[in-house]
């Protein structure tokens, strides 16, 4: 490398450095000083991410009485073993720690940028992050204090240490998730085969599975010896496994009919008792039907099926936030090279800005105004569900364009 290029990479990082220290003050400032009360808004946390539920766990955990026999706490006793020991819960320093692990997760979305691309730094660096930082589906949970942009950081470094082959810290980062959220073993076969292959752009280039399968037993004996620790860890914290119900069983039974963003909580408030069992099963297995396709069709770009994965997670999934759908979309800005393929980009953000109005204002008029019914809000979130859709369909039509070249005649292939 000559010494001009050298001394131009390093002047690219420096400023990066501080591009991206000027983000995480502009995030604290406004997590310190939001103006609104987040917390209780139902698309920002889900009864499994409510800030308020895991301060009513805590104090209960405290004061010897089992958080989990009210029906109320759903999440993981590793929360409570980590926020009644030595994280602290007052308001400030939650808004703290909530912007830590948005940094932390906005710098393992430019490291895996950096991996895709085989570059130690670029100038597309500051873009990526802010993506991260600044998109207000993601943004506006953290405000709320939602847990699941804790899990949105633990889902960036498991995908960041399997493109950099890590497997010990990727294993740990995804049992430490699937902890965390039931909802994410759908992530965990992209992860496995990613750890196994490379994170390189070869959309332009299919080709069958690259990696070595013989090594994917040992992985998946690695990562259940985590998972299973951290299982006891908590029986121990928690005294027994009444937690597993309460949290786990939570998002297979849907027992809190709580409002959110997503596809279920209506549908089974409608639904009669002798149905319930039936559906949960359809509509769980519908969430896992995805995982074997998605990662078969992109066997040979595995980092853009976790992309897509991360897609139907946000839409399918029993509790989901804003956070969810929102982390889909900010990883867009990881794969550029499908943009002139995206077929309805522009019908797909109107969808999104349609739904980001329309939410709000219903769920204002039905549980603050009073002049609305529930049959407002679940409107709003089909409307939600069908521009998360859009954007799922668009960017697997993009992925799968991208390998046929268009030229004036007609179309081509672009390479065997």
Excluded at 95 to 122: H, K, M, N, P
Excluded at 366 to 389: D, H, K, P
């Amino acid at each position: 490398m000559s010494e001009k290029a050298g001394s131009s990479i390093s002047r690219s990082t420096t400023s990066t450095g501080y591009v991206f220290s000027a983000m995480i003050a502009t995030r604290l400032f406004g997590a310190l000083l939001q103006p609104f009360d987040l917390i209780h808004d139902h698309q920002l946390s889900s009864p499994l991410t409510s800030y308020r539920n895991l301060q009513e766990g805590i104090y209960l955990f405290q004061s010897g009485v089992d958080p989990y026999s009210g029906g109320v706490f759903r999440h993981s006793p590793l929360y409570l073993s980590l926020f009644s020991t030595f994280l602290p819960n007052s308001r400030t320093a939650a808004a703290i720690l909530w912007t830590l692990c948005d940094a932390v997760g906005a710098y393992a979305l430019v490291e895996i940028w950096r991996a895709r691309q085989g570059l130690g730094s670029s100038s597309r660096d500051s873009l990526v992050a802010g993506a991260y930082l600044f998109n207000p589906y993601l943004f506006l949970p953290s405000l709320a204090l939602s847990t699941s942009s804790l899990e949105n950081m633990l889902a960036m470094l498991a995908l960041l240490f399997a493109c950099q082959k890590k497997p010990s810290q990727a294993l740990l980062a995804a049992s430490f998730l699937l902890h965390l959220s039931l909802s994410s073993i759908v992530l965990l076969a992209p992860t496995f085969l990613l750890l196994l292959s490379d994170p390189h752009s070869h959309l332009a280039s299919p080709r069958t599975y690259p990696g070595d399968v013989k090594k994917l037993p040992s992985l998946v004996l690695e990562f259940f010896a985590y998972f299973l620790s951290l299982a006891v860890a908590s029986c121990l914290v928690t005294g027994g496994v009444t937690w597993v119900s309460q949290t786990w069983g939570a998002s297979l039974t849907l027992p809190d009919l709580t409002p959110n963003t997503g596809l279920w909580w209506y549908f089974f408030t409608e639904m009669f008792d002798h149905f319930r069992p039936f559906f949960l099963m359809i509509f769980s297995v519908h969430l896992l039907m995805y995982i074997a396709p998605m990662c078969i069709k992109f066997q040979y770009d595995l980092l853009y099926a976790s992309f897509l994965l991360f897609g139907v997670l946000g839409t399918f999934k029993a509790y989901p936030t804003l956070s969810d759908p929102g982390l889909f979309i900010t990883m867009h800005v990881l794969f550029p090279e499908i943009y002139p393929y995206l077929r309805y980009p522009i019908v797909t953000a109107l969808l999104h800005l349609h739904a980001s109005l329309l939410m709000p204002l219903f769920h204002d008029l039905w549980l603050a105004q009073g002049t609305g019914n529930a049959n407002f809000f679940y409107a709003s979130t089909l409307v939600f569900a069908c521009a998360n859709g859009a954007a799922i369909i668009d960017a697997l039509w993009a992925g799968l364009r991208i390998a046929i070249g268009e030229e004036k005649e007609g179309w081509a292939v672009a390479q065997e």
